[in-house]
T-cell receptor
Framework: ETGVTQSPTHLIKTRGQQVTLRCSSQ?????VSWYQQALGQGPQFIFQ???????GRGNFPPRFSGLQFPNYSSELNVNALELDDSALYLC?????????????FGQGTRLTVV | AQSVTQLDSQVPVFEEAPVELRCNYS??????LFWYVQYPNQGLQLLLK??????LVKGINGFEAEFNKSQTSFHLRKPSVHISDTAEYFC????????????FGTGTRLQVTL
């Protein structure tokens, strides 16, 4: 158990719809990162939030957006879903201290777009 | 930018045999290196990390890895595997300057059989 929880664990959406995925960070962690893991691939960095501000973004289109709340929980929103968005979405929380700190991953949300 | 190459997509091995999972990386900046394990339908768990110091690092579950700067490699080893080690293993790097975005390889499936 990492203390990072994601919801829902699974969901199915139709192409063109919008989806919101949620992540509750480990207590005391002020940084959340989101990753997309397509089937048979390694996780790909989507973006990171630190103290409610975006703090780095990977090569994902603007229809992927996020929020971080004052309690450091986070949401990942994806608009205009495409079939290729089907993947496991992983959230990782950590503490920004100016150096490296370990990121703890949640169990992921499996999104299927049909 | 960084990239990570895991040359073996699958590694079959008998129980109690030794195993090595290979990882090579490319980066224009200094990096930290990691190995993560992913069990079915779960998130990622950190096995071990190299930040600095001794190039041989020991992790959980009897795994160890050796950082070789000249060969830009960080191979994972275990002298005797168990059935319970069957999982997907990911090598990853992070820029020491930003310490924010993990770049993962495509993963190696370790299949341990009797």
């Amino acid at each position: 158990e990492t203390g990072v929880t994601q919801s829902p664990t699974h969901l199915i959406k139709t192409r063109g719809q919008q989806v919101t995925l949620r992540c509750s960070s480990q207590s005391g962690h002020n940084t959340v990162s989101w990753y997309q893991q397509a089937l048979g691939q390694g996780p790909q960095f989507i973006f990171q939030y630190y103290r409610e501000e975006e703090n780095g973004r990977g090569n994902f289109p603007p229809r992927f957006s996020g929020l971080q709340f004052p309690n450091y929980s986070s949401e990942l929103n994806v608009n205009a879903l495409e079939l290729d968005d089907s993947a496991l979405y992983l959230c990782a929380s950590s503490v920004q201290t100016g150096g490296f700190t370990e990121a703890f991953f949640g169990q992921g949300t499996r999104l299927t777009v049909v | 930018a960084q990239s990570v190459t895991q040359l073996d997509s699958q590694v079959p091995v008998f129980e109690e045999a030794p195993v090595e999972l290979r990882c090579n990386y490319s980066s224009s900046v200094s990096v930290y290196l990691f190995w993560y394990v992913q069990y079915p339908n779960q998130g990622l768990q950190l096995l071990l990390k190299y930040l600095s110091g001794s190039t041989l690092v020991k992790g959980i579950n009897g795994f160890e890895a050796e950082f070789n700067k000249s060969q830009t490699s960080f191979h994972l080893r275990k002298p005797s595997v168990h059935i319970s080690d069957t999982a997907e293993y990911f090598c990853a790097v992070i820029d020491t300057g930003t310490a924010s975005k993990l770049t993962f390889g495509t993963g190696t499936r370790l299949q341990v059989t009797l």
